[in-house]
């Protein structure tokens, strides 16, 4: 007997059929003896075009995206399935009800758009599975301490599981999806991808960060701090899928986990920057008073002595912010600036680097031998990134999979 | 300075554009000095696309309509237009919210997918108008004892306007729909018919009991017991739309308001019944066992002394369960059962008709004129209703709306 939160996601439950299949597959864990809460998103697609609405409503009074009235408009996609999926388990005999985020109640701070959980009061819930019943909870909301609904932002529903299977004390955390796990890359670029049997959660968060879209960051960190055992798995085939949890519940290592891409950054690039005390100061200053989030930061060394090249990556979505700052930015004297969004961030992940030398080498190596240039290196205890130009995505992850000995035999 | 409710039905906010246009209007009502509470239905044919989600997931155990979820899943249509109204209303300048039925809150009874308003909570509402901000609340919606969304069945919305009219002892309660006003008869069918300038609650309700569909009987019924006067106009244009009010506000009176048609009753005859004492119990009793509702009776004069034919209407929906019931009812004698589904009642209605005579004669006479047989009548203190051959409708409607002089002229 376990107590497991089963969420699943919009794939999961883009149309009625497959609601029923969810339902089946929810009745199946209960009659294997084990107390389950499920949350769900809403249906695929719904929630982009809730969100259209909303912005069709907008005006330059009032952007809809941070708005209370956003958060009530989207957060009916999630209400809708679990009316729906709560139907679907009635049918199956199952005694099941839905609950919104101000029934439950999912207390989250008053931050509309991208709110956080802040306390989940679970004594109804607890309740309702020890009675043996399912409560289909709504993910990607809650309610402000204004009583007011808020929503998380996109992927918040991984995020509601988490919490939930914490303020459960769930022994397990299900998120069922429409990949069969974790992959050591992106299977739909490097066909010899192998699915991972267990992967640590310093590693997961790694690889949601760095580009792998099958979690939420945020969900994965909550996960780790937790110590909620997480498994990734499909809901249309019976793989076991992913588990995420302590390296040391991991037996057989390799030496990488994954590899990486993120298209998400551009890099900008200043010449003749004054070489001296407080530059890097006068550049990355401004960016941060305009909430532009530097990422990959190189300074050339200096030829003359007198100047250097300073190089960097921001979001793709803040370059063109960056460079207004930076051509305002009157303590700071440079030759040119320029800006570079054909890039793209490849890294390579694993736990196993602590313990061995050579893994960047093996990366630098492999890449040159493919005529592939390294603009910007950045590393921590547990990946390397580059940044190479975005054409040589496909060749890169190829080539380093490989290289790692990462392919399936 | 009023205080006034604004209902706008399904077709007022049928997309973002007519949104906006429901936004000016309120504005304007606003900046003409006026306390505005605003009561929205769903966007048109969305509450229909939810019903249709929700049948897709009944079974034999649980029939969706009357069901808790039932209530989750269609609730949210009204939910999303309370946002996006208030957000449109915000690109005004105004200051709006929208209120979901819990959050009133509005509180009904248990019963899901026909619950009934018990209270409404209006001290949260009150505060925000006389802030001069303007509560956009969900129609249709309210919350049960146990906390559970609830809703009050289609139409439901002008229920919610009038009860919230009502609870915030507001002037007026305005229904804006896609038509002008109210009409001696349907536009649609009956070219000369007018739009009325009033019409006494009495003849609203008749009206909307025996087929009009410009305003909800519940709605009328609230309204007519708490005095509360009520104006149907039109969202599209600036007509001035068609009061209901009490029958002492209306200073030029007609004989009659108008002349309905329903196309939803049935009729059943039963055939050489023993005419004798306690066979309407025999016949009527399983039917209302059943929840069957018998409108128009009549009974003929028997021939023979022994038996006699009877004649009854029901609601088309019930027509074959009420067949059943009857073939099956052993304490029944009868020769022949004939059920009849295309009849339609057609029904003259007016407080006129009071202190007037000859107002069936009149009736009777045009449609005899006419070669139209009379099969049923029932006739009330305000109102007489004929059952005839569905195929005589049109006919019948403009015949009678000439012979009572209600055509433009």
Known sequence: MARIVMKFGGTSVGDSDRIKKVAHRIKTAVETGNEIAVVVSAMAGVTNQLVTHCHQMTCDQIWAGSS???DVVVATGE???????ALALQCLGLSARSWQGWQVPICTD?????????SIQSYKLLNEMTLGNVPVVAGFQGISPKESVTTLGRGGSDTSAVALAVALQADRCDIY??????????????TKARKLDRIAYEEMLEMTSLGAKVLQTRSVEMAMKHRVVLRVLSSFTDAPGTFVCDEDEIVERHLLSGITYSRDDAKITLTKVADQPGIAAAVFGPLADANVNVDMIVQNISEDGKTTDLTFTVAKADLKRAVAVLQRGSALSFDRLIPDSDVVKISVIGVGMRSHAGVAQTMFRTLAERGINIQV????????????????????LRALHSAYGLDLS
Chains 1, 2 share one sequence.
């Open 177 to 190: 999806t429409d990949v069969e796990g974790v992959y050591t890359a992106d299977p739909r670029i490097v």
């Open 377 to 396: 290196i950045s590393t921590s205890e547990i990946k390397i990134s580059v940044l190479i130009s975005e054409e040589y995505t496909e060749l890169a």
């Open 79 to 85: 209400q809708v399935i679990t009316g729906l999926l």
């Open 68 to 70: 209370r009235e956003y």
């Open 110 to 118: 008053g931050i509309h758009g991208s709110a956080r959980i802040e």
